[in-house]
T-cell receptor, first 110, second 113 residues
Framework: GQSLEQPSEVTAVEGAIVQINCTYQ??????LSWYQQHDGGAPTFLSY????GLEETGRFSSFLSRSDSYGYLLLQELQMKDSASYFC???????????FGTGTSLTVIP | DAGVTQSPTHLIKTRGQQVTLRCSPI?????VSWYQQVLGQGPQFIFQ???????GRGNFPDRFSARQFPNYSSELNVNALLLGDSALYLC????????????FGQGTRLTVV
């Protein structure tokens, strides 16, 4: 089976940096994705890490350590519009099948 | 270009009934996956279809079935609805079987009463 752990809630100040951690236990592992979901909206792809290290895409960066079964999403220069739920998801085989964590609700305050 | 479209957007069904949800992937995308998202939880993988064949199935009972058509659109069927089937059903498409970026539709909100 698959098990993913993320903090349930995080609050941060506009303009600051926030890190959302994800630890996982899976029977197979091909990569770790991050998705953003606003209330009432569809999940939106943010990043995918298959190899160890840091991937940077604009204000968002994602890190993976396969040996530690751990990853994180780093959001810089926080904006109010970043308030949303963030999900990590593991890919457990070569197909496009992802198993999602329970999500982290990020609230950005002025 | 149109994104992933799902229909209907909202649906109310009675316990024991059957429901069919529809999904049209992004043009050119051949892989369609279905997810169930219960309020306050992350999406749970139900099925993946690629080139009209089932390529993966999550931990859901046989009441759940799906198919993919030659135009790559897909249907998810749920029989003998239970109250616990109330959820947001999401469809995601990707270009290939190995695609790492999934594009989600807005979902179908199913309420079972």
């Amino acid at each position: 089976g698959q098990s993913l752990e993320q903090p349930s809630e995080v609050t941060a100040v506009e303009g600051a940096i926030v890190q959302i951690n994800c630890t996982y236990q899976t029977s197979g592992f091909y990569g770790l994705s991050w998705y953003q979901q606003h209330d009432g909206g569809a999940p939106t792809f943010l990043s995918y890490n298959a190899l160890d290290g840091l991937e940077e895409t604009g204000r968002f960066s994602s890190f993976l350590s396969r040996s530690d079964s751990y990853g994180y999403l780093l959001l810089q220069e926080l904006q109010m519009k970043d308030s949303a739920s963030y999900f990590c998801a593991v890919r457990v085989n070569t197909g496009n099948q992802f198993y999602f964590g329970t999500g982290t609700s990020l609230t950005v305050i002025p | 270009d149109a994104g992933v479209t799902q229909s209907p957007t909202h649906l109310i069904k009675t316990r024991g009934q059957q429901v069919t949800l529809r999904c049209s992937p992004i043009s050119g995308h051949k892989s369609v996956s279905w997810y169930q998202q219960v309020l306050g939880q992350g999406p749970q993988f139900i099925f993946q279809y690629y080139e009209k064949e089932e390529r993966g199935r999550g931990n859901f009972p046989d009441r759940f079935s799906a198919r993919q058509f030659p135009n790559y659109s897909s249907e998810l069927n749920v029989n003998a609805l239970l109250l616990g089937d109330s959820a947001l059903y999401l469809c995601a498409s990707s270009l290939t079987l190995l695609g790492t970026e999934a594009f989600f539709g807005q979902g179908t909100r199913l309420t079972v009463v």
